[in-house]
């Protein structure tokens, strides 16, 4: 009996030492990792809050641990910026532009992802080509394809809409698209939808083919139409896949510098918050309100993201 | 019988041909077509843009009117791009950054995928989640103070900070691996265990069970990261355009760019350079799209 125990302990102490050199061996793998990741994430983050509320220009950039501290001075200015600041419809300010432009993107592009999946998800001849041919405007370098649709947006009679336009008959001279305020942001909108509306298809058309298809069978018994079959099956189906990429891709877009960047250069009534805080940085050299701009950026997800998740944690529990 | 049937049964063919096409275009096939067709064309038609004019001359792009078919297969544009801008050193920029980036996040990732997905370890709920919160910070956000710090360290070890492609390369790192971690140990978990196990008994270390049962086993996944990486890496434009200064360190995005910003702007060489760019992404993406789609899927790629 005592032979018995005692070899239990050893074996045990030998299964402790043994989870301990397992998890030895996985922080030693995840390290690597870990170490990049927080060291130029999470740690920037951070600073970046000190950067905020600091003096930090090209003059004292090398020295920034000494730059002097300032409170609120800088989110002040950011919040009196006229590229801030809201001033009626015609000019929205940064702000304002950055939560109309990632909504109605962001819907925009759930809407033709659905459509897109759903033509997608019936078998026909060539699908498979189809699928990835859908996956192109994601899947191509931003660059590219935002200067090619800013060329056939061209003003010019020899731009490619202008002249479908002209020939149409549709409008009387050329029009500067990207160059009309209101126009303008409608067009990054659509643009954004152009580019990611493959990734909503794809992740709507996995869950598509997951749905059990005894529920439409049981639906045509009751005599359903296509409509009906579409709105009280696969609709709440969807609802789950529907509201994580809407989530995904309002962050997403919100945080998105590039597409307007590249488009309008933040011009005509089209400056979102990423953009602006370039600006503030790296065309103005004020560190620091780009740091407060973008501080009042990550304050807006937040906060959108807390309602976001009460409302559903609740609808959830109903 | 025989003999009658034979003209009435081609125009038989030609009546049924009509009636075939009337049967076949009921209202959904028809709206389906017509959905489609839209898709299909304001899918492909900005990439035919850009290639057919990458292929017109100066007086083609300067016409009153767009042309819509290049006279000829010129290569004006590639000549200009290649001579007078010397696009070929930003190709090797992009390549010097996009591989090792890939190369880089493969192994690392891997490492840590697999003590995600097979061993136990405290914090490892904490580090999960820490790494998903990568996802919520823009990266204009992480840049100015990524900016400053990186000024410090390489003030402080001597070594600059702008114009240097392994920074570069390091910035690309962190902004991948999350990803390619969590999609690496997605594909992890679905490996059945006892495969390894059965190597364990057999007498092998840990490491060589990853090595030789866990990775073959794994490559489709590896495949998929690796190219999700390069495809980062290769359109990268913000930070290329903030740390990058001296025109031949350019990557193809920030040359691209420059030469679109151009006083005479020259959209024919703009296109040119962004069909270089845009081929081997979109033939990569063909070749792998299979392994590709599911990776996109399973780790809800950023972007």
Redesign the interface.
């Known amino acids: 009996m005592t032979a018995s125990s005692k070899a239990s302990r050893s074996s045990r102490r030998r299964w402790k030492s043994l989870e301990a050199r397992e998890a030895r061996l996985a922080w030693f793998l995840v390290l690597p990792t870990a170490l990049i990741v927080f060291g130029l994430v999470l740690f920037p983050a951070i600073f970046s809050v000190w950067i905020s509320f600091r003096d930090v220009g090209l003059n004292n950039l090398n020295d920034v641990f000494n730059a002097p501290f300032v409170g609120l001075q800088n989110y002040r200015n950011v919040l009196k910026d006229f590229a801030f600041k809201f001033q009626g419809l015609r000019s929205m300010g940064a702000a304002v532009n950055s939560v109309v432009y990632s909504l109605s993107a962001t819907i925009l592009t759930i809407v033709i992802g659905l459509i897109a999946s759903l033509l997608l998800n019936r078998p026909f001849r060539g699908r498979g080509v189809t699928r990835a041919i859908f996956l192109f405007p994601y899947v191509a370098p931003i660059v590219s394809v935002a200067f090619v649709w800013r060329w056939i947006l061209d003003p010019r009679p020899s731009g490619v809409l202008n002249d479908v336009l002209l020939k149409l008959g549709a409008i009387e001279s050329p029009k500067a698209y990207l160059a009309t305020r209101g126009l303008a942001l409608v067009l990054v909108i659509v643009f954004e939808a152009w580019r990611y509306f493959p990734f909503a298809m794809l992740m709507i058309l996995a869950r598509l083919q997951a749905v059990d298809k005894t529920l439409y069978e049981a639906a045509d018994v009751d005599g359903a139409n296509a409509w009906h079959k579409f709105w009280y099956v696969t609709i709440p189906e969807l609802r789950y896949v529907l509201g994580s990429v809407f989530l995904l891709r309002l962050i997403w877009t919100f945080n998105k510098f590039d597409d307007i960047f590249l488009l309008t250069g933040g011009g005509f009534g089209t400056n979102v918050l990423p953009v602006l805080t370039y600006q503030f940085s790296f065309k103005a050299f004020n560190f620091s309100k780009g740091a407060a701009n973008a501080m009042i950026l990550l304050a807006i997800l937040v906060v959108f993201l807390v309602a976001y998740v009460g409302v559903f944690m609740r609808n959830a529990e109903d | 019988m025989t003999g009658n049937s034979s003209p009435r049964a081609s125009s038989d063919d030609n009546l049924n041909l009509i009636e075939h096409l009337a049967r076949w275009i009921t209202w ?1 096939r028809f709206v ?1 077509s017509l ?2 067709m839209f ?2 064309t ?6 035919y ?2 290639a057919s ?1 990458s292929f017109k001359t100066y007086a083609e ?6 042309v819509y078919i290049p006279g000829a297969l010129r290569w004006e544009a590639y000549k200009e791009l290649f001579d007078y801008w010397k696009f070929g050193a930003n190709i090797l920029n992009s390549m010097k950054v996009a591989i090792p980036t890939s190369i880089i996040a493969v192994i ?2 891997t ?2 995928a ?3 997905a097979r ?4 914090g ?1 709920e904490v ?1 999960l989640n ?2 998903l ?17 990186v ?2 360290i390489g ?1 402080r070890l001597g070594f600059e900070v702008q114009d240097n492609l392994p920074v570069l390369v ?2 690309y ?2 902004q991948t ?2 990803v390619a ?1 969590y999609m690496l140990a997605n594909y992890f978990r679905t490996i059945p265990k006892e495969i390894e196990q059965a190597g364990l008994i057999d007498g092998c270390s ?1 490491l060589s069970v990853i090595w030789r049962i866990t990775l073959p086993l794994a490559i489709p996944a590896l495949v998929s990261v690796s190219i999700y990486t390069f ?1 980062i890496a ?2 990268e ?2 930070y290329a355009l ?1 740390f990058l200064n001296r025109r031949e360190l350019f990557t ?2 920030i040359k ?2 420059t030469i ?1 910003n151009d006083p005479d702007p020259r ?1 024919h060489v ?2 040119a350079a ?2 270089i ?2 081929l081997p ?2 033939i990569l ?2 070749a792998m ?1 299979r392994f590709l ?1 599911e990776g ?2 399973a780790g ?4």
Request: charged fraction near 10%; charge should be positive.
């Open positions: 959904p389906f959905i489609m898709f299909l304001s899918i492909l038609f900005p990439f843009w850009m004019s792009i300067g016409a009153r009117e767009p690392l990732s490492l840590g697999y003590a995600v061993l136990r370890f405290r490892k580090l820490g790494i919160l990568v996802y919520l910070f823009p990266g204009i956000l992480l840049i100015i103070p990524l900016f400053a710090m000024a410090q003030a390091v910035t790192l962190a691996l999350p971690l840990r495809m290769w359109n434009f913000l903030v193809m995005p691209i760019s679109h959209p703009v296109m962004s069909t760019m845009t992404v979109v993406f063909l799209e789609t996109l899927t809800g790629v950023k972007g």
